[in-house]
């Protein structure tokens, strides 16, 4: 008799128990996602719209004059603190999935051509690597956002052009030794043209590598932004953004806890979950983690 399979749920119950910080990475993250994508309409107030006579105005579930109307509370000048925080999920997320993206592809590019051709080109691209990381990164930020001036899509491409280097270096290692595997020199022997053997036998072999740093890079961003934004030189003020809201509540710590107390978790849940969920990609495409 043949072995029933198990339903669709037990599957995932199975999956739930072998991966529970995977699983709770992927929630996170996707409610982040979601909160970004849809937040015009989960948000339950306009995040800009402003209301002197709801200045500082606690939670609802801590108001104990029960006149409160906001979930989480609101700002110094009267602005939803929920309505904001979805909307700021839309910045942050921007900032990683773009900022990455541009690291990714500048990144994977000088690598492969770094890994595979080798000598003076290897050199050249490496020197550069070792240019770039000397220079901290907070310390180069202000000074090219002090001169060029805030905004979102300047914060992206600064960090797009700063963070390549961890892709660069990951996959010229990477290709380093897959070069040299038998596959690689059977293709060039049956007339396998460079371009043809790195982007069908070399750049599938390295994905996996890819994506998992580009998950960890995302989760960086997600803080860089926040801390620029923080210190005056990211986001513009008008946009909700986490960081902006941490700023904003430098003076109201002890007298509005929750001004800066949920920006700051959710800042801290979405960091955590892309973390999450690169720990478990790096264990699922890692060889060496199934030994």
Do not use: C
């Not at 849809?38 to 200045?55: G, Y």
């Not at 029960?66 to 900032?95: H, W």
């Not at 010229?172 to 897959?178: A, F, M, N, Q």
């Amino acid at each position: 008799m043949s072995q029933q399979k198990p339903s669709f749920l037990k599957r995932i119950w199975r999956f739930i128990k072998k991966n529970p910080a995977g699983v709770a990475g992927m929630i996170l993250v996707l409610l982040s996602i979601s909160a970004a994508l849809f937040s015009q309409w989960i948000a339950p107030f306009d995040p800009s719209k402003a209301s002197l006579t709801s200045r500082l105005a606690p939670p609802s579930w801590a108001d104990e004059t029960g006149e409160s109307v906001f979930f989480l509370g609101a700002d110094q000048v009267g602005r939803d603190l929920f309505s904001r925080i979805i909307y700021g999920a839309k910045i942050s997320l921007m900032v990683g999935f773009f900022g990455v993206l541009i690291s990714l592809v500048i990144g994977t590019v000088l690598g492969l051509v770094a890994g595979y051709f080798g000598k003076w080109l290897d050199d050249f691209i490496m020197r550069v690597a070792d240019i770039q990381l000397a220079f901290p990164f907070i310390l180069f930020a202000i000074v090219i956002m002090s001169v060029l001036g805030t905004g979102i899509w300047k914060i992206i491409i600064i960090l797009g052009l700063t963070y390549w280097v961890g892709f660069a270096r990951l996959i010229r290692g990477e290709v380093i030794s897959l070069k040299e595997q038998e596959y690689i020199h059977a293709a060039k022997a049956i007339g396998g043209t460079t371009f043809t053997i790195i982007r069908k036998h070399i750049l599938p072999n390295v994905m996996s590598s890819i994506l998992v740093l580009g998950t960890m890079y995302i989760a960086e961003f997600i803080l860089l932004e926040a801390s620029l934004t923080f210190l005056g030189l990211g986001v513009d003020p008008t946009i909700p953004s986490w960081g902006g809201m941490l700023a904003d509540s430098r003076n109201y710590v002890t007298t509005a806890w929750w001004t800066a107390t949920f920006p700051g978790i959710a800042i801290m849940l979405t960091v955590l979950g892309f973390n999450l969920l690169g720990d478990w990609l790096r264990d699922k495409f890692d060889p060496n983690m199934k030994l």
